[in-house]
């Protein structure tokens, strides 16, 4: 992203606006440490942050952490979808230098409000999220 943004080459699909669930990579080892403990087997678990955040206000503040101001230029959802689709189509047929501007699987990630619910990690494994947003950001911040 930081590249995209520093390149003149990002913006927010739809405004940003929908929600989305993070997960710091040592929450993960953590639900992963409780579902080998305290698991059943053949159940799935999920562990995220905790609770979702506004995507466009994460990125910010995650390129904010690497220095970088995020853009404010946004690109309506449709457009970005119909680019996606045609840029691969494209990439795909032409000898075309490089990459498409935006892939479909960029657009899904950058597009979509994805929500995951952890109550029963919470529940069943007593996971709780040792690190937060804030001091994930704190972290990279400190590099």
């Known amino acids: 992203m930081r590249e995209m943004v520093s390149s003149g080459r990002f913006a927010w699909?739809?405004?940003?606006?929908h929600l989305t669930s993070t997960t710091h990579v040592a929450n993960v080892v953590q639900g992963l440490i409780c579902g080998a403990e305290r698991g059943s087997p053949g159940q799935v678990y999920f562990v995220t942050d905790g609770e979702p955040v506004v995507f466009r206000e994460f990125v910010t503040e995650l390129l904010a952490t690497q220095g970088v101001s995020a853009p404010t230029r946004s690109i309506p959802d449709p457009l970005a979808h119909a680019l996606s689709t045609v840029g691969e189509a494209a990439w795909g047929l032409l000898p075309l230098p490089g990459r498409p501007?935006?892939?479909?699987?960029?657009?899904?990630?950058?597009?979509?409000?994805?929500?995951?619910?952890?109550?029963?990690?919470?529940?069943?494994?007593?996971?709780s999220p040792p690190v937060s947003i804030p001091e994930g950001m704190a972290e990279l911040a400190a590099g």
Not at 13 to 17: P, S
Not at 106 to 117: G, N, V
Request: with cysteine; glycine share 12%; charged share 25%.
């Open 101 to 127: 501007p935006i892939t479909r699987l960029a657009y899904w990630l950058s597009s979509q409000e994805c929500t995951i619910r952890i109550d029963k990690a919470r529940e069943q494994l007593g996971y």
């Open 13 to 17: 699909i739809g405004g940003g606006r």
